[in-house]
């Protein structure tokens, strides 16, 4: 059931098949990448919301959320908009509260949000307003996207944001929920303009009685053109466009996205983005339970000045034909040995990281992770990092020397979220133990202080040696989201543990998909540590 060799090949997550018509039903793990084929939606089923996408050449460059994640706003980029790769981030972490670092509260949900990037004159522009205290957003550069980010100015707080730089070298700012506002901002983006247009452009009208934010807006021929989310009441959510001749507006409307997908209500939020052929295409997220928010790229037709998604029906295809540029990234999950004093790209920590707790040196070919303070719970836990779980299917083990923990730490795999699964190696004063858990975390405040953890321990075996392999298996299918743990001793003969854990997407605790993480913590006293030899995920069949 665990293959290397699948991990090897779906390293780029590439859902595509040779044919012109490819096979959406087969296991991602056994499609293959070629020059002409099609490609399968979701385009990338991992947890990738608030997309926005640019075109530079024959380049596409992608950021989209990740929150307390840290390093954060993850770049990505692509070639065909199917096949992509994280070049880098765009900061290391946020310091705006103690909070960041798990004191006095948490960000849990907060931080990093909806990022808009835009290119000009040879530099990268970047801006997302933290949805979290002080509530001022950030405008950072860079000549190189993979590369250095240059922070420009802290400024105004702008909600679900999209930056436009117009072709007469001003710079604006669409923002808000309900009202869209329109603000300017000097031409180098160093700070809003004083003086300059600062006003609501944007009214929705009576039909729309729910949600209507997360602005994209792009300029097509002359005309100002702003998707925007809507979710009336009772109804399912859709994507919406406005356009005006002037950026002042008036705008005019039209529901430019509405359907469900592959076992699902709806799908909506997202942007609007050409390629070098002259085709454009929509990049629309998709909530889908435990996984989070996965991507669907869509079609996307002209008519009557307006760019209508989807199929000849006006529905999320399953299957797109469409000119395939493989890239040799690693995708959005990857394994990792740990080598070379390295580690993968892909991997975020929970919240800032303390340095000085983990190491690829101290033990060569090892990821070491020790204890930094004590605390109650996983959701307390410094130095906890993840992957991105992705769909259909997706499994991750590791290897771990447990010969250094202390009494009182807990260490191990989890489907961590804000309901968490967990397989850990739990030390007490009887040794060392295997533990299967779920662990739920209640938050107070709006500073996200921990009122409250329940823990359910679900199977008990104890651990003879200091070596043990874990593993964790998602399934993601619709009707799914289960995620079940494996223990071994030598690697290749896997035990069950626990009961089948029941992963969730929640709006009010973490806001995003499962993960695959790995922790360690002490619950008593300091000084212990453990070693992952190697970290190894993929597609199963």
């Not at 859709?238 to 039209?254: F, H, S, T, V, W």
Request: negative net charge; glycine residues 10%; contains cysteine.
């Amino acid at each position: 059931m665990f293959d290397r060799r699948i991990i090897q090949t779906m390293a780029t997550l590439a859902f595509a098949a040779l044919s012109l018509a490819p096979d959406c039903n087969a296991e991602p793990s056994k499609t293959q990448i070629g020059k002409e084929s099609g490609f399968c939606n979701p385009v990338i089923w991992a947890d990738v919301p608030d997309p926005d996408v640019i075109r530079v050449g024959d380049d596409f460059y992608m950021v989209s959320t990740t929150m307390h994640l840290m390093p954060g706003c993850p770049v990505m980029h692509s070639r065909d908009l199917v096949n992509w790769e994280t070049i880098g981030y765009v900061f290391d972490k946020l310091e705006d509260t103690s909070r960041y670092n798990m004191e006095g509260g948490t960000v849990y949900g907060k931080g990093q949000w909806a990022t808009s990037i835009r290119y000009r004159d040879g530099r990268f522009y970047v801006l997302f307003s933290p949805n979290d205290e002080p509530y001022k957003a950030y405008i950072y550069t860079a000549e190189n996207p993979a590369g250095e980010w240059t922070l420009l100015c802290r400024t105004n707080h702008f909600h679900d944001s999209s930056l436009l730089l117009d072709d007469d070298g001003r710079a604006f700012v669409f923002s808000g929920g309900g009202n869209i506002h329109l603000t300017e901002l000097k031409p180098d983006l160093t700070g809003i303009l004083e003086g300059g247009i600062d006003k609501n452009v944007i009214f929705p009208d009576d039909t729309e009685t729910g949600l209507h934010e997360g602005s994209r807006v792009i300029k097509h021929n002359g005309k100002y053109y702003a998707f925007v989310i809507s979710w009336p009441a009772g109804k399912p959510r859709r994507q919406l466009c406005y356009r005006a001749d002037n950026i002042e507006g008036p705008y005019e409307k039209c529901v430019v996205l509405e359907s469900e997908f592959g076992g699902f209500p709806y799908v909506g939020q997202g942007c609007l983005v050409d390629d070098a052929d002259g085709n454009w295409w929509g990049m629309i997220f998709q909530d889908r339970g435990g996984v989070g928010r996965v991507l669907t790229l869509n079609p996307c037709t002209w008519k009557n000045g307006w760019p209508m998604l989807g199929d000849s029906e006006g529905k999320v295809p399953l299957r797109v034909n469409k000119k395939i540029v493989p890239c040799s990234g690693d995708g959005v999950l990857a394994s990792d040995e740990f080598s070379d004093g390295k580690k993968s790209i892909l991997w975020q920590w929970n919240h800032n990281p303390e340095n000085a707790s983990w190491s690829l040196t101290e033990r060569p070919g090892y990821l070491r992770l020790s204890t930094s303070k004590v605390v109650k719970d996983v959701f307390h836990a410094p130095n906890t990092i993840s992957q991105r779980m992705v769909g259909p299917k997706s499994e991750a083990a590791i290897r771990m020397d447990v010969s250094k923990m202390k009494q009182g730490d807990v260490a191990g795999i989890s489907a961590f979220n804000g309901d968490s699964g967990m397989l850990s190696v739990v030390a007490d004063k009887d040794g060392k133990w295997i533990v299967a858990s779920t662990s739920s975390v209640a938050f107070g405040d709006k500073n996200k202080e921990i009122t409250g953890v329940t823990d359910n321990e679900m199977a008990r075996v104890p651990l003879k040696g200091d070596v043990v392999h874990f593993k964790v298996a998602a399934d993601f299918n619709p009707g799914e989201d289960m995620a079940d743990f494996y223990y071994s001793l030598d690697g290749k003969n896997w035990t069950p543990i626990g009961e089948r854990f029941k992963m969730r997407f929640d709006f009010t605790r973490f806001f995003m998909g499962t993960r695959f993480a790995i922790y360690n913590y002490a619950t008593e006293s300091l000084g212990g540590m453990v070693d992952i030899d190697w970290f190894r995920a993929g597609v199963i069949d």
